[in-house]
């Protein structure tokens, strides 16, 4: 059973670039949820698509923006790169309803210049 | 607002020496507490999920217990392997994760 997927493992862009970040989610799953992770800190939630919708959004500014796919996955884009957007992004599948438990995939390491 | 508390921030076991992990928490209409292990580099792993006051889960040398403001991962008789943050995150709107606490098990 294929587990949760994410492309690139690692990125390294400049200021103002733009980026894309993609995710498959476990076999069965509808629901990805995408997070960023800075060092030494816990998984901030940036936005979360359910049926090709975003379905509910972090305090993360506009530049964040992402779609989902009809085969359930997912790409993160972020556009007009910052330094502080240095991060390990993770991207999390789940079922349906907001109760069920998600699991992470392994995380793209995404460095700006 | 929504606040995840762990401590300690950094634990150094002795193999074989049992302990607890804390994780405190305010949020509004509690649908769920989790807990995750992540190695360096990797993504969060994860282990527990908790939804009412007086549950436990155990798996392994794990066990998690939840209550109206608070819950415990117990390690017990830790190994080498043990080593590694362990995340606590709640759920109400989203998923709100603690900094995680940094367990270090000496052989």
């Known amino acids: ?113 | 607002e929504d606040q995840v508390t762990q401590s300690p921030e950094a634990l150094r076991l002795q193999e074989g020496e049992s302990s607890s992990l804390n994780c405190s928490y305010t949020v509004s209409g509690l649908r769920g507490l989790f807990w995750y292990r992540q190695d360096p580099g990797k993504g969060p792993e994860f282990l527990f999920t908790l939804y009412s006051a007086g549950e436990e889960k155990e798996k392994e040398r794990l066990k998690a217990t939840l209550t109206k403001k608070e819950s415990f991962l117990h390690i017990t008789a830790p190994k080498p392997e043990d080593s590694a943050t362990y995340l606590c995150a709640v759920r109400a709107n989203n998923l709100f994760f603690g900094t995680g606490t940094r367990l270090t098990v000496i052989p």
């Open chain 1, 1 to 113: 059973d294929a587990g949760v997927t994410q492309s690139p493992t690692h990125l390294i862009k400049t200021r103002g670039q733009q980026v894309t970040l993609r995710c498959s989610p476990k076999s069965g799953h509808d629901t990805v949820s995408w997070y960023q992770q800075a060092l030494g800190q816990g998984p901030q939630f940036i936005f979360q698509y359910y049926e090709e919708e975003e379905r509910q959004r972090g305090n993360f500014p506009d530049r964040f923006s992402g779609h989902q796919f009809p085969n359930y996955s997912s790409e993160l884009n972020v556009n007009a790169l910052l330094l502080g957007d240095s991060a390990l992004y993770l991207c999390a599948s789940s079922l349906g309803g907001i109760q069920e438990t998600q699991y992470f995939g392994p995380g793209t390491r995404l460095l700006v210049l």
